[in-house]
Every structure is written in structure tokens, then in C-alpha cells.
């Protein structure tokens, strides 16, 4: 058995979807009518994985080290929130085994954007894109998500320290 300690951690968010704003997926600016609302570019992904990579480090989460109601995150890349907790996570001397994400919409399908989607976010991470994964799902038509008022994601990975 391995002295390496391993940890799971699992990360949510969600955001509306308004006419007027971009949208922004895993850093990649995604061709759509609506965007999502947030404090930074609201990118629902990328802020789930800093969740997940947060709880597994047991550094917290988003809201304490990036507060929305800090004006210096106003707008900002949330790839660039990525890479800072990457620099967190090296300190403390941890390594990302894997990310597994689900994301939640009727529309876009995010097929066609996934591989840039994960290039952008291994890229940030210096990860392998074989490390990550991100999967497209709909609510079929049922509630918010179902009239396209939002979208979903959900992150999980798994992170060593030895």
C-alpha cells in the first residue's frame, strides 16, 4: 500500500443566463445568444473545479478566496483564479491525479468546443489532457435549466500528496 495520501473533492456552480453577457466555458468564449451573469466572467466550470480542488485540499472554497464582494475580481478571467489556486495547491504540495466534470444545459451543445475547452483548462492547470474530462448533459426541457435560464456544473477530482 502506498504512503501517499489521496483526497476527493467535489465542486457545484450555477449561474443564469442573460441576454447581453459572453459566455465563457473552461476560458473559451463560447458563440451563443445568451451569457452567464456573475461577478467575473462567470464561468460556471471553471469555477466548479476551483471548488473541488479547494474541498480536496481542504483550503476552503471560491467565495473565501475570491469574495464577489471584492471589487478586484470584478470581470476577471476565472482561469486566472485557476491558476492561483494551482500555485495554492503546489505549496501545500499536492497533485491533481484527475478532474471528471459535468456540465448542464439544453443549449449550447458543448460538443463541438470540448477539446478546446479541455486544452484551455489543462493548459492552466498544467495538467495532460488525458487528466481531464468534461461531459455535456441536458435537463431534458425539465425546470430552469430545462428553459435554458442557467447552467450546471459539477466537478470531481482526485488529488495525492506523498
Not at 11 to 36: A, N, Q, T
Not at 61 to 69: A, C, R
Request: charged share 25%.
Amino acid at each position: 500500500m502506498s504512503n501517499n495520501l489521496l483526497r476527493i473533492g467535489n465542486g457545484f456552480d450555477s449561474h443564469r443566463l442573460e441576454e447581453g453577457y459572453k459566455l465563457i466555458l473552461g476560458g473559451i468564449e463560447i458563440p451563443f445568444e445568451k451569457g452567464l451573469v456573475g461577478h467575473s466572467d462567470a464561468d460556471v466550470l471553471t469555477h466548479s473545479i476551483i471548488d473541488c480542488l479547494l474541498g480536496a485540499s481542504n483550503l476552503g472554497d471560491i467565495g473565501e478566496h475570491f469574495p464577489p464582494s471584492d471589487p478586484a475580481f470584478k470581470g476577471i478571467s476565472s482561469l486566472s483564479l485557476l491558476k492561483n489556486v494551482k500555485d495554492k495547491l503546489l505549496l501545500e504540495k499536492w497533485q491533481i491525479v484527475n478532474i471528471d466534470c459535468i456540465l448542464i444545459c439544453e443549449r449550447p451543445k458543448i460538443s463541438s468546443y470540448k477539446n478546446k475547452i479541455v486544452s484551455s483548462l489543462a493548459e492552466a492547470l498544467n495538467l495532460s489532457v488525458d487528466r481531464l474530462s468534461i461531459k455535456g448533459k441536458t435537463a431534458e426541457k425539465m425546470g430552469s435549466l430545462g428553459r435554458e435560464e442557467g447552467i450546471v456544473a459539477i466537478s470531481t477530482c482526485l488529488l495525492e500528496k506523498g
